[in-house]
């Protein structure tokens, strides 16, 4: 199956539109609560909602056969709650005041009702799944919840670490992104097709890995208006991704010192920031990366050949286009 060149979201979700109209509502009653600030912080964390990529994956995979489920659509809107309260969760630990352009949730209230409210909302995923009364599904989402949450863990003890090696970046981006990606087109399967799921597994964490990779690059190389944050951020919180480790070997002695003194401030400027972005660009940090992005984007291609051909089987190929290639 060939490379298509990126498309738009709104094209790949074509197939699943009317379904995926409804994920939005599905949401909204999940997660409602009893108590006025659960609302209050649930009414706000809706609006913070992505493009809806990970329930695009879940609906998708569930039309390969040709035997769409309706369970697929609340399996959907389960898939983007775990999403949202991993993202609450990152926040709050990583202190970041915005995303998506947003204010977070810990900046908006405080850092325990970001913690709180994504433990609220993932017990509140998982009591959804509990209802279809399949076992099997809630197992499929406790093993990528569990890996998340071992991730943020790997990630917390590599603050700081320049060495932090390629190994440990794959191991890291594996848990924290690719789980969950595996997961929505496993369970997605699952309730349609399963004889599909095994492919569909394997071309949910590839194209995780594909899109966590290319998210990292975007870092380095798109402008704040873009990203919906400043870039460079991840060097400002002294986080360590493939173009900084590919980069490294390459770095001459004055663009070592840069670094160490970037990652030796726990405040550094947008200009000390600039330098070392510059570094890895010009030392092939970048290049490297994207080329590994392109390898995972060609595995998740590859594990599609066994699928019959259609309408989802096709979205699923320009997915691996829009994780790649993508802006924010």
Known sequence: MLRTAA?????????????????????????????????EVNDYLLLMRGKLFRPTLVLLSNEIGGKPS???????????AVHLATLVHDDAVDHSALRRGMPTVNSVWSHQVAIIMGDYVYSRSVMELASLNRVDLIEVLARAANAMTVGEMRQLSSHDSLDFSEK????????????????????????????????????GFALGMAFQIADDILDYTEAEEVTGKTSGQ???EHKVTL????????????????????FGNPQPDDHSIMRVVDAVEVSGGIDYARSKAEAFAGEALAALESLPEGDGTRALAEAVAYAVDRRR
Not at 71 to 79: F, G, N, Q
Not at 252 to 260: F, H, I, K, S, T
């Open 243 to 262: 173009p900084l480790i590919a980069a490294l070997n390459d770095f001459n002695d004055e663009q070592r010192l840069a670094l160490n003194a970037l």
């Open 168 to 203: 440990d970046y794959y191991r890291l981006i594996a848990a924290k992104t690719a789980s969950l990606m595996s997961a929505a087109c496993e369970l997605g399967t699952m309730v349609g097709d399963p004889s599909h799921r095994e492919p569909l597994r394997a071309y």
């Open 70 to 80: 309706g369970d697929a659509e609340a399996i959907a809107a389960v898939v983007e």
């Open 234 to 236: 991840d060097l400002r």
């Open 7 to 39: 498309p738009e979201l709104a094209r790949i979700q074509e197939p699943v539109r009317a379904r995926l109209d409804r994920i939005g509502a599905s949401l909204s009653q999940m997660v409602a609560g009893d108590f006025h600030l659960i609302d």
